[in-house]
């Protein structure tokens, strides 16, 4: 009898379910919005784990029963206080199969790695680092930004790339091409009226203004691109602390990258990497390119005892078909 394995992605703005069978073949998926607790509230985000994974089970043309394992990472899940109502929510499905559920940020690592273990950062609108080793000892960051001192996201990005422009405007730092740009985005007449429009709360530059800072720093800003190096630095710093925690300062690894930051290229991904090397030379980075999905269908795999090393290579192949015909 054939077994299959459920991975469950709960993100932010999206959601996944995934069905892969014993030789790494992608058979269901199911999608919605928003899943994390944090956005839609327990309740929502039940709803979305039963959805998701009604759709992908019916999308396989199976039932809970032929599941053999699971794995979920949910967005959201950063604290002991947060296990009970995860564990919650994921047992109103319902199902008998053994289960594991981590933070979001680890499936992009299980999905990345080649052997399944390492380190991920994510740089997308915020910023977060988990890690793993060969035994599923995770190390990570709090996941709670500027709070915490954590930086790198787009946040954090725009809000260093403000800071420059007042400084500009003081007098503490050179001038930058930047204020220009973001008073053309928010319609400021000026710097003045820019920096007092940010401070009384008339303007507001969102994370979707990070693109603007690459653009400028590739027409030579060297302001611009101080600020993207910086964001590199401090990616690269999250992920030194992680590798500190795990003991991987000697090992040979895979630092995995997620999020839409990344595609600025060399300009913050450099950065990182000789942050990373400095502690840890068999430090390797590789960017994400498979459905971070595919990392929680392996997980799912690896709690019925499966070894899903060599069965990665195969679902991240027939997932992205799978998708493809979907989308």
């Not at 077994?3 to 379910?17: E, L, W």
């Amino acid at each position: 009898m054939t077994r299959f394995f459920v991975g469950v992605d709960i993100g932010a703005t999206k959601s996944h379910a995934l069905v892969a069978d014993e030789d790494g073949r992608a058979v269901g998926f199911g999608t919605t919005g928003p899943g994390s607790y944090e956005v839609i509230g327990w309740d929502g985000h039940r709803q979305a784990l039963r959805t998701i994974t009604d759709q992908a089970l019916d999308s396989a043309g199976i039932q809970w029963e032929q599941v053999a394992g699971a794995g979920f990472g949910v967005a959201g899940y950063d604290w002991p206080a947060e296990w009970e109502p995860t564990r919650q929510a994921i047992e109103s499905l319902n199902f008998e199969a053994p289960y594991e559920f981590v933070n979001d940020a680890v499936i992009g690592l299980i999905a990345g790695a080649r052997q399944g273990w390492g380190v991920a950062v994510t740089a997308g609108t915020s910023n977060n680092c988990y890690g793993r080793d060969r035994n599923g000892r995770q190390g990570r960051m709090t996941g709670c930004g500027t709070q915490f001192g954590e930086y790198g996201g787009a946040v954090e990005l725009v809000a260093k790339a403000v800071q420059a422009v007042a400084m500009a405007w003081t007098r503490r730092g050179p001038a930058t091409r930047l204020t220009q740009v973001f008073c053309e985005l928010v319609g400021a007449t000026g710097e003045v009226d820019l920096l007092e429009g940010i401070a009384l709360h008339r303007y507001y530059l969102s994370p979707d203004a990070a693109p603007l800072i690459f653009q400028v720093a590739a027409e030579g800003d060297s302001v611009a691109q101080e600020t993207i190096r910086w964001a590199g630095r401090e990616l690269g710093s999250l992920a030194v602390g992680v590798i500190r925690q795990l003991g991987f300062e000697t090992l040979d690894f895979e630092v995995v990258l997620s999020g839409s930051l990344f595609r600025g290229g060399p300009m913050i991904i450099e950065p990182l990497q000789k942050t990373v090397c400095a502690v840890a030379p068999g430090a390797r980075t590789v960017r994400l390119t498979a459905p971070p999905v595919v990392g929680a269908a392996l997980l799912g795999m690896e709690q019925a005892g499966v070894e899903s090393a060599p069965l990665r290579q195969a679902l991240i192949e027939s997932a992205g078909d799978l998708l493809t015909r979907e989308a």
